[in-house]
């Protein structure tokens, strides 16, 4: 399975680090492995994709879909949020599947 590198930040935390996921990993999975970064449950947290600059990409809300299912590449940021979470406007909500990538609709 293929490998992305993404910086992960956390909205209680004012510095970020960089790890590497298998594109495999479901999202529930993922939010496991999270849990020990952030220290937050995963069923209480929000994840988040950006572009380096910040600029929300998608959010990755389908517990049961993998990681690769989501237009992730290398070097962009996973933001983390949890406890009372802010809906953003801005965000598109989840992503649909065109020609073997993901596309936030």
């Known amino acids: 399975m293929s490998i992305v ?3 992960v930040s956390c909205s209680t935390a004012k510095v970020g680090s960089e790890r590497r996921f298998e594109k495999g990993l479901t999202i529930l999975a993922l939010k496991g492995k999270l849990e020990l970064i952030t220290g937050a449950l995963a069923g209480h947290m929000k994840l988040v994709l950006r572009t380096p600059e910040d600029r929300d990409i998608c959010v990755l809300d389908n517990n049961d879909a993998m990681l690769g299912a989501y237009p992730v590449e290398d070097h962009l940021h996973l933001h983390v949020s949890f406890g009372a979470l802010q809906h953003s406007t801005n ?5 649909r599947r065109r020609e073997g990538h993901g596309v936030c609709v």
């Open 5 to 7: 590198i993404l910086h």
């Open 91 to 95: 965000v598109e909500r989840g992503c």
